[in-house]
C-alpha cells in the first residue's frame, strides 16, 4: 500500500491587522490570526503602522515599509515567534 502525503505550500493572498492582531488569508481559504506584540518590532509598532502590512514575495512574506519588518508567511503559521506569550497573574 502506499500513502502519499501532499503539503500545501504557505501562501497568503491579503493580510490586515485588527487591534493588535494580523490576519492572513491563505490561497487554501484559512484565516490565520498572530498577536503583533508576539515580535520585537511590532510590539512596538502604533495601530496605524500595523494596518500598513502588505503581501509580498509572491505570497511568502508580509513587510512593514515604515518598520522595516518582514516575516514569513510559512514562519507565523508554525508559530516561529520572537517573544514568548505574556505571563498571566493569578
Known amino acids: 500500500m502506499n500513502t ?3 503539503e500545501t505550500e504557505l501562501v497568503a493572498i491579503r493580510a490586515w491587522a485588527e487591534k493588535r492582531f494580523i490576519y492572513l488569508e491563505l490561497t487554501d481559504g484559512r484565516v490565520f490570526g498572530f498577536p503583533a506584540d508576539r515580535f520585537r518590532i511590532l510590539c512596538q509598532a502604533s495601530d496605524d503602522q500595523l494596518k ?5 514575495v509572491d505570497g ?3 513587510r512593514w515599509e515604515e518598520l522595516d519588518e518582514d516575516l514569513t508567511v510559512a ?3 508554525a ?3 520572537q517573544l514568548p506569550l505574556p505571563r498571566q497573574v493569578a
Not at 500598513?52 to 509580498?56: A, I, L, P, Q
Request: aromatic share 6%; no cysteine; proline share 0%.
Open 4 to 6: 502519499m502525503i501532499t
Open 79 to 81: 508559530g516561529r515567534f
Open 52 to 56: 500598513e502590512v502588505r503581501v509580498e
Open 75 to 77: 514562519g507565523v503559521v
Open 60 to 62: 511568502h512574506a508580509l
